[in-house]
């Protein structure tokens, strides 16, 4: 034991070799040092507890290997890609929309460049950072004005403070939503110093029971769309429309919070969910939703309607703790200047790419992945180590989208006599480019529709290194 430990390298001699030199031009020099004193440390512990008997054990290309393998983990970004074979196009988790092309280009070049963020280049003089996106959103939409904010619970939140305070806003109590994590509809209105008014009942709300509560108090009629979940069976629900003839008849106004923010009709493709348009034809005074749900963008609150009540909201000094940045603002212009040329738009922006992407293009591509992986063998006796199956499913949008929608999917599915699901779910995730897969009936699925071309080699090449460790 103790010529083992005499003869374990020093960390000087290691940092000698030329493959750790080669690391340093990558990895800070201290995280490789690092690396190597964490390295010989676990050895000597090996020695110590009689693990490690023999010198052959501790060769110093091994050691090597090991270091690089050490600090090539530890220095590993926090945020980092991954891939996504769930087949949740909006996966909340996994950062929600992917940009277009030319949202990443436009985000690159204003990020790597002073910008008119708040300069109007025409007058010479100071601008606002919301006129960048406010005329194309006018233009798509025929708003009044628009803006847009750090995200849809910043608008909503601005929304209430600014047209609300001290005052009542009515809300039906079958849309008393929560979203996820702390955004409850009840919370954001008591934080905004808004009086919540409830009414109805979970399944049934009258026009009567919004007008039987309207007095001097009430700021706004506030619907909410149910985004995440659908309330089904004995039930009733007032209509924008309808809630537009209350707020003329008392000269109030009427906000919808609507969520995702579709701009085009996906209904041939089962997502059936409430489009902008609509919302302003059907007389809602203002309408907020995300930027990073269906419309494919830049998380973002997106606020448009009335120009008064978003002058107000403009004004107001919540506007500056909510405000977005100029990448935002980038990514969302391009995104929505996507939608000027509709049909460009369904191949240009992923989430819409995603959604839309038919059978026959899932099928070869779960083809393209199933031949690769079937040529991983097992060398000790030729055969596949995987047994792979191309199967149909049902997927969903996510990102509390369409929660009663399902896209038709093709998938591939995989089982191995070796591993087990779970583990094969956790090898698969925990690699450099963690991918994530669903489990379905003891099978892993991989769901190309939201995995790159370029994915699906990385899927394979990862397959084929988690077949050769565990032989
Ligand atoms: C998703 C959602 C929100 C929150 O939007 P974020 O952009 O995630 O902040 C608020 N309201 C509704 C109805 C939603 O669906």
């Given amino acids: 034991m103790q010529n083992l430990l005499r003869s374990l390298p020093k960390i000087d001699e290691i940092l000698m070799d030329g493959k750790i030199a080669g690391l340093m031009e990558r990895i800070p020099r201290d995280t490789v040092v690092e690396a190597a ?114 995200n849809n619970a910043a608008a909503t939140m601005l929304a209430m403070a600014a047209i609300g305070r001290n005052k009542e806003m009515i809300v039906s109590r079958g849309e008393l939503v929560e979203i996820g994590g702390s955004f409850r509809v009840p919370d954001i209105m008591a934080e905004s110093g808004v009086h919540l008014v409830e009414v109805g009942t979970t399944n049934k709300t009258k026009l009567s029971d919004y007008e039987s509560h309207i007095n001097e108090e009430t700021a706004a009629l506030l619907k909410v769309h149910t985004s995440n ?58 309408v907020l939703f995300s930027g990073d749900k269906l419309l494919g963008g830049p998380q973002a609150g997106i606020v448009l309607g009335r120009k008064d009540l978003i002058d107000k909201m403009k004004k107001h000094p919540l506007a500056r703790v909510v405000r977005a940045d100029k990448m935002t603002f980038a990514a969302l212009e391009a995104t929505l200047l996507e939608y000027l040329d509709l049909e460009k738009a369904y191949q240009n922006i992923p989430v819409l790419k995603m959604i839309t992407r038919p059978e026959e293009d899932l099928q070869a591509e779960c083809l393209r992945l199933k031949a690769a992986i079937d040529e991983i063998r097992d060398p000790a006796t030729g055969e596949p180590v995987y047994l792979t199956k191309i199967e149909k499913e049902e997927g969903v949008v996510g990102g509390g989208s369409a929660p009663d929608s399902r896209l038709k999917s093709v998938v591939l599915t995989l089982t191995s006599e070796r591993i087990s699901p779970d583990s094969m779910e956790e090898l698969l995730r925990r690699g450099e480019r963690p991918i994530v897969v669903r489990i379905h009936n003891d099978k892993v699925v991989f769901d190309v529709r939201t995995a790159k071309v370029e994915d699906l080699d990385i899927i394979a090449k990862r397959l084929e290194e988690i077949a050769s460790e565990n032989r």
């Fill in 37 to 150: 004193r964490l390295c010989v440390e676990s050895i000597r512990e090996g020695i110590l507890k009689g693990k490690i008997t023999e010198a052959s054990e501790m060769k110093l290309d091994s050691i090597i290997d090991m270091i690089v393998e050490t600090a090539g983990r530890s220095s590993l970004k926090s945020l980092r890609p991954v891939i996504n074979a769930t087949g949740v196009v909006l996966h909340t988790n996994l950062g929600r929309a992917n940009l277009s092309e030319k949202a990443l280009a436009q985000v690159i070049s204003v990020a790597n460049n002073y910008s008119t963020l708040e300069y109007d280049p025409e007058k010479g003089e100071r601008g606002s950072r919301h006129v960048h996106v406010e005329s194309i959103i006018k233009k798509l939409t025929g708003a009044e004005a628009a803006m847009a904010v750090n």
């Fill in 229 to 286: 979940y659908r309330i089904i069976g004995f039930t009733e629900e007032t209509s924008l429309k309808e809630l537009r003839v209350l707020g003329d008849k008392y000269d109030i106004p009427v906000i919808y919070d609507m969520g995702s923010g579709l701009m085009t009709d996906l209904t041939p493709w089962g997502i059936r969910e409430p489009l902008v348009k609509n919302a302003l034809r059907d007389g809602a005074d203002l």
